[in-house]
């Protein structure tokens, strides 16, 4: 059983950054591969990053990449998302969710596959 908690959602200028974070509890994190996906008002949720569980791969949406970087710490149970060069596109609850795929998954696999956990979001909202 894993519970997350993200933070560090917030208003920001476009072309500004923040730094998303997600706390986990549970012994056992550093077997689980995390993602970031996001939802904005009207549309489906969207995958926006992946990292396994090793931190040695990580995986991007075309619209983030080069803009956000997901890293993790599993000393201390946590995943973050820093994101820079935000633009009003970006704006959404940002989710972050844990799945037991393999370190060597494919990135369709993170994309589209199944996440076991969730937490219960943050809002990220970019002024124009």
């Known amino acids: 059983q894993v519970s997350l908690v993200e933070s560090g959602g917030g208003l920001v200028q476009a072309g500004g950054s923040l730094r998303l974070s997600c706390a986990a509890s549970?012994?056992?994190?550093?077997?689980?591969?995390m993602g970031w996906f996001r939802q904005a008002p009207g549309k489906d949720r969207e995958f926006v990053a992946a990292?396994?569980?090793?931190?040695?791969?990580?995986y991007y949406a075309d619209s983030v990449k080069g803009r956000f970087t997901i890293s993790r710490e599993n000393a201390k149970n946590t995943v973050s998302l820093q994101m820079t060069r935000l633009e009003p596109e970006d704006m959404a609850v940002y989710y972050c969710?844990?799945?037991?795929?393999?370190?060597?998954?494919?990135?369709?696999?993170?994309?589209?596959?199944?996440?076991?956990?969730w937490g219960q979001g943050t809002q990220v909202t970019v002024s124009s």
């Open positions: 549970g012994r056992t994190f550093s077997r689980y591969a």
């Open positions: 969710a844990a799945t037991t795929m393999s370190e060597y998954a494919s990135a369709t696999s993170y994309s589209r596959g199944k996440y076991d956990y």
């Open positions: 990292i396994s569980w090793s931190g040695g791969r990580t």
